[in-house]
């Protein structure tokens, strides 16, 4: 069964008249976070397309890339994301109840900002209201400055990365605490971990553009620091 058609049984509700956030407190556990992670991915990318007021093909290839989509299961995509930019809740409601849904679990919630931040530079130009906008859904989620720093600064094409930025490291910290931190974000983006904390098949793809930043950063770092 895919996830789609999942998706779209999670949604028979709404034919009764529910709104689509009143999904989400009917999937909390596993394996439907796995359904509620995707959701969330499309309500909330739906929300901030009314940050910059477009959505751009670029954006929808974006999503795409993230979320493979078969042809069969686009209906259920597409309603899925006209109901969330239809939906009365605001944005800021949406990310409260999607915390609540990852309430003992955070990594989640950073996988989940890190295909926001993908879809929203995907059309080459990060709005201010779209900066805005994730700004406030990290605060929400509880993700540290520090963390949307370094998401921001891999994502954001102002300038080139600063390596310490990316691994939410600093350049007075040794060596070997800086090592520590690089590998544990290596461990954590390996694809059985990501998988096991509710992030769907079809999204840990962005773990591969995740290795090779933080690795990059590293190396870059090591060199400096040994050199």
Known sequence: MSIWTRITEALSALAKGEGLTAVFERLRRPPERTVAFTIAVIALSAKMAKA????????????????????????????????????VAGYEEYARRVRRMFADRSAPLSDLMEGLFYIAVADGDYHPDEDQFLERV??????????????????????????????????????????????????????????ARGVPEEAVKLSERRLIDINRAWEEISARQTA
Not at 56 to 85: G, H, K, M, Q, S
Not at 169 to 185: F, G, N, S, Y
Request: net charge negative; hydrophobic share 45%; aromatic share 10%.
């Open 138 to 195: 990290a605060r929400i989620f509880g993700i540290a400055e520090p963390e949307f720093r370094a998401l921001r600064a891999r994502f954001v094409p102002d300038a080139a990365p600063d390596p310490y930025t990316v691994l939410g490291v600093t350049p007075d910290m040794p060596l070997a605490e800086i090592r520590r931190a690089w590998r544990k974000q290596v461990r954590d983006s390996h694809p059985d971990v990501m998988q």
């Open 52 to 87: 910059d007021g477009r959505v751009t093909r670029n954006e929808v290839a974006a999503f795409r890339e993230v979320f493979y989509i078969a042809p069969e299961d686009e209906a259920a995509a597409a309603r899925v994301f006209n109901l969330a930019r239809q939906d």
